[in-house]
T-cell receptor
């Protein structure tokens, strides 16, 4: 099946620890994105990447880092600098050059700081 | 710059009655517009999209939306609500000039009552 896989589905982190969320896609899409979702705030863009080895900050990049070493993988690290990391995180991908094509989403990772 | 405004954060309808979820957009260039649905703790699923072809767009599960350039609107409708339609709905804009960046509305939670 083609799609986007996020893991784990639930993640618990102690304060002060870094944690990495996995996102893998087998759709051969160039563009990948990370969004954060909080109740009543919709989705906010953390980082996005249009091509391997390149990525750009989104609207709320502080306290997060990413890498794009392979086309199919776009892991997100939530660092200890992120003051309020408890949220639902969604990864998405799309064909970068086809503007009319929608983004495809993973099932999300719920991160909770304990 | 582009933006999306979902005019209602919460809509409640009775089963069998029409659904109207309102969305206004702002975009410097001719945009692509999308509606997504999200069930609790799940990823986003595409309902329908407008990509400069027909202004009345039909989607899955009986939903449709009409692109009105003069009103900068893209409202989502369904003639008869079903209990399974209860979810959160997001209006999304993707400008024609920039391939990758999506902008999300803050979402409308649809409640369906008996």
């Amino acid at each position: 099946d083609g799609g986007i896989t996020q893991s784990p589905k639930y993640l618990f982190r102690k304060e002060g620890q870094n944690v990495t969320l996995s996102c893998e896609q087998n759709l051969n899409h160039d563009a990948m994105y990370w969004y954060r979702q909080d109740p009543g705030q919709g989705l906010r863009l953390i980082y996005y990447s249009q091509i391997v080895n390149d990525f750009q900050k989104g609207d709320i990049a502080e306290g997060y880092s990413v890498s794009r070493e392979k086309k199919e993988s776009f892991p997100l690290t939530v660092t200890s600098a992120q003051k309020n990391p408890t949220a639902f995180y969604l990864c998405a991908s799309s064909p970068a050059e086809i503007r009319s094509t929608e983004a495809f989403f993973g099932q999300g990772t719920r991160l909770t700081v304990v | 710059a582009q933006s999306v405004t979902q005019l209602d954060s919460h809509v409640s309808v009775s089963e069998g009655t029409p659904v109207l979820l309102r969305c206004n957009y702002s975009s410097s260039y001719s945009p692509s517009l999308f509606w997504y649905v999200q069930h609790p703790n799940k990823g986003l699923q595409l309902l329908l999209k407008y990509t400069s072809a027909a202004t009345l767009v039909k989607g899955i599960n009986g939903f449709e939306a009409e692109f009105k350039k003069s009103e900068t609107s893209f409202h989502l409708t369904k003639p008869s609500a079903h209990m399974s339609d209860a979810a959160e709905y997001f209006c999304v804009v993707r400008p024609w000039s920039t391939a990758s960046k999506l902008t999300f509305g803050t979402g409308t939670r649809l409640q369906v009552t008996l």
